[in-house]
């Protein structure tokens, strides 16, 4: 796979990670006076404070070329779980499966008798 083919699919992948959880955060009203502007969504804000958190690995408050493809490197090697080199839809529906299951509360284990 060339480069560009690989860097397309990973910024689909991150589009389609981001795009979850701004729809997956709770709706809010828009804040009044004093708040945020009316022209700026609460769920795009998350989004955009999520994705610097996630990428902005030097807090400068700016996603350098260099730290955007660190990231998506991080992004493809987490969809190819099994490391052959490229990702199937199988493996995009693996992960988008597993992050829309709920978490599992843990499991408690018997005691053994004493």
Do not use: Y
Request: charged fraction near 25%; glycine fraction near 8%.
């Amino acid at each position: 796979m060339n480069r560009w083919m690989t860097i397309s699919v990973g910024v689909c992948v991150v589009s389609v990670f981001f795009c979850g959880f701004l729809f997956a955060q709770a709706q809010q009203p828009p804040q009044g006076r004093g708040g945020m502007p009316q022209d700026r969504d609460p769920r795009m804000e998350q989004m955009i404070d999520m994705m610097f958190r996630d990428m902005d690995t030097n807090h400068d408050g700016k996603i350098s070329k260099s730290e955007w493809m660190a990231f998506q490197e991080k992004q493809f090697r987490l969809l190819d779980r099994d490391g052959k080199g490229f990702i199937t839809k199988d493996d995009v529906r693996a992960d988008m499966m597993q992050k829309m299951r709920p978490p599992q509360p843990p499991q408690e284990r018997p005691m053994p008798p004493q």
